[in-house]
């Protein structure tokens, strides 16, 4: 983890080995991402947040709400239609059964 901290603060430390992946076995590389992905999604919670008090009313989920009957379906459906808003699939996701 503290080599991940490295790597994304590039003006700190020049060097870091999740830069050279070929390096890192599988266990380790899989670790990386599941980090980035958390980062990734505790900054989209803190954007919506902040956007939320200061601009108007957004959602620090993406919900997704769905029929227990036609759930796949659904779930398609509501993703694709959030291709261009790719920024959204990176929240966390609640779901939402009608």
């Known amino acids: 983890t503290e080599d991940f901290a490295r790597w994304k603060d590039t003006q700190r430390c020049s060097f870091s080995f999740c830069a050279h992946p070929f390096v890192l076995d599988p266990g380790t590389k899989s670790k990386l991402l599941q980090l980035d992905a958390n980062n990734q999604m505790r900054s ?52 939402i059964f009608k």
Not at 57 to 82: F, H
């Open 44 to 95: 989209q919670i803190r954007g919506a947040l902040f956007r939320s008090i200061f601009g108007g009313s957004e959602c620090p989920y993406l919900i997704l709400k769905v029929r227990r009957d036609n759930l796949i379906r659904d779930t398609l459906v509501q993703i694709s239609a959030l291709q261009h808003q790719h920024e959204d699939l990176k929240k966390p996701l609640k779901v």
